[in-house]
C-alpha cells in the first residue's frame, strides 16, 4: 500500500550509513530511512505506525562528529550525516540493555506462552546474550487475569508503552497508562483498575497484538502458543492519519 | 593416521530435569562418533563415582538451589578446565528460579506441609539443605560457555561439543537461544 500522499515541498537530503550514500526525505527519521533501505536496526518501543517514544535505547546510533549516542527513532535526517549503525561500542550496550531488560524483571522464557514469537528473546539471541552478566532483581511482579479475553503479566513488561500508545493512538480509548516510577513503573488499565473491570477498555485486542512479549496475552494459551499480527497497524495508521 | 588424544568430559545435573542430559542423548547415533574423540569419565549417565582430579570439559545441567548443587558447583569448577552451563536453568535459574519470590521456609510448608494430610513433617536427614535463592551456574563460580535453551537441541550440543572437541570456543547463541 502506498504511503499518504505529501506535501511536494518537503526537500530530499544525503547522508551515509555504513558507509552506503543514501537519499531520503528530510521529514524522515534515522530508523525510517534503515527500514527501507534493509539496514537492520533492533528496536523495541518503536513501531511503524505508532507515535515515537524513544525509550528502550536499542536503536542508538553513532554519528560522526557528535560525542553522544542518538537514537535512530527519535533522531531526524540532516544533510552530510555520517551513521554507523553497528559498531562494536554499540553491540556492547545492545547488548547490556537486553540483559538489563532480562534482570529487571522476570522473563522465563521456557515457560512463556510467547515463547519462539517473542521481539525480546528474538534480539537477545540477535544481540549475543547467552547469559545476564548481571544479577536478577528477583522482585515479584503481579498477573491481572481478570479481563475475559486477555491477561497481562507484569513480569514480561519492558514498559516500552506500545500497548498505551496504540490504545490512545489508533483504537482512541486510551484505556492503558503507565504510573510509578523506577522498578515500582508499571502499565495500569484505567486508573489501576483490574483490566476486566475496565469501562473504557473495547476488548479490541490491539494493545495485545502489538506487545512485542508475552506481558499481553491471549487467555488459553499455553507455551509458545501467543503469535502476534501487526499487519493491522500500519494501515489503520495511515487511515487515523489521513482524517 | 594418528588418532588425537581424547578430551574428557564429565557432567553431573544440579537443580534441573534431567532434560538437557536427555537431549544429550538425542544425539543418537552421533554419540558413537562422539566417543571416538571424547571419555565420559564422570556423569548420571556412567558409573564413576567420583569426579576426577583434572577434566577437561566439564558439563553443569540445573541451577544452583542446594548446599549439595553448591558443592558440585564448586568442584566442578576447580576440576574442569572448561566450564559448561547446559540448558536454561544453568544459565538463567529458569523455573527453578521462580520460587525466589517466596520466602524458602513458604516454600518448605507449601512442598511438606500445606499440601500434606497425614504426618506433615519437613525432611532434614539425607537430603541437602536449600539455599534461600536459587542462583544460575554463573552466580557462583565462572562459567566459559553458554548453552540457552530448555533444553537446548541435540543439534545444539553437537555443535558445542564439536566445537570444544577442535579446540575452539563455540558461540551458541548461532545455535541456541532462550526457552529453544
Known sequence: MPPPAKQSNVRVVTLNIDGRDLSAREDETIIEVCRENQIPIPSLCYLEGLSVWGACRLCLVELAGQGRLLAACSTRVTEGMQIQTNTEKLQRYRRTIVELLFAERNHVCSVCVSNGHCELQYLAQKCGVDHVRVPYRQASYQVDSSHEMFRLDHDRCILCTRCVRVCDEIEGAHTWDVMGRGSDCRVITDMAQPW???DTCTSCGKCVQVCPTGALVKQGTSVGEMVKDQHFLPILARRRHAQ | ????????????????????????????????????????????????KTLPDRVDVGILEGSVSSEDDLEKALAFRKHCKILVSLGDC????????????FKLSDVVDRAYRDTVTIQPQTPTQGVPALLSVVKPIH???????????????????????????AGRIPDPSSVTRFGA
Request: charged residues 15%.
Open chain 2, 139 to 165: 552466580g557462583v563460580v565462572g562459567v566459559d560457555v553458554f548453552v540457552p535453551g530448555c533444553p537446548p537441541s541435540a543439534d545444539a550440543i553437537w555443535y558445542v561439543l564439536s566445537e570444544l572437541i
Open chain 1, 196 to 198: 476486566g473491570d475496565s
Open chain 2, 1 to 48: 593416521m594418528s588418532t588425537p588424544p581424547k578430551i574428557t568430559v564429565a557432567t553431573t545435573w544440579l537443580d534441573g530435569c534431567s532434560g538437557c542430559h536427555m537431549s544429550f542423548l538425542d544425539m543418537d547415533e552421533r554419540l558413537i562418533e562422539l566417543v571416538q574423540h571424547v571419555d565420559i569419565v564422570y556423569s548420571p549417565l556412567v558409573d564413576t
Open chain 2, 90 to 101: 544453568a544459565v538463567n535459574g529458569n523455573v527453578p528460579a521462580m520460587r525466589n519470590h
